[in-house]
């Protein structure tokens, strides 16, 4: 069974206290702190950059331990990324934007060299505080069917009241801006966003 993780998005921060508030997050039960990398030129890309490949070297370096590529601008050179990201000591994971089908990254959860964990993004990349796209969850299951350890990350308009449609899809690691940086308790967001997940993995 793939474990419940549950990752604040950064963006949702506040950017001038960025290492107190990833401290706060962490001490408040966080698993991943979740980072959103854009250069402006692509900006339906998670890591919304037009080249990935450039930035595996400074994200090793600089101490990532998940680096996710989307599928939109990686067709042609997945697998020599997949095999850089390794070798930086990073997971290698794909997203794919809400109007990508979700066989595309079939290939590369199959590869001999594989992604480790598939985002299905539940709003279109680029800002935080959008409304959740509860249709992307037939991805989710999907993926759930055919991969039953896999990681699977859902991103956009998570939180309290969509977090169970979600879990119950199989999503397993969940990202949350808004709904956690602007509660009044985010630690208890947070433990609820987890109790969600484990709650529908003991269902199945
Ligand atoms: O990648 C993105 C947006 O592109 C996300 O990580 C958002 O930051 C999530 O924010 P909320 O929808 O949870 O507010």
Redesign the pocket.
Known sequence: MAAAKIAP?M??SDFANLASEAERMLRLGADWL?M?IMDGAYLDC?LMVTNPSDYVEPLGKAGATGFTFHIEVTRDNWQELIQSIKSKGMRPGVSLRPGTPVEEVFPLVEAENPVELVLVMT?E??????KFMPEMMDKVRTLRNKYPSLDIEV?????PSTIDVAASAGANCI?????IFGAADPGEVISMLRRSVEGSQNKN
Do not use: E, K, T
């Open positions: 998005s963006l949702s979740h959103d998670h709003v990349p680029g800002f935080g505080g959008q991103d956009g308009g998570l939180g990202v949350a801006g808004s709904s």
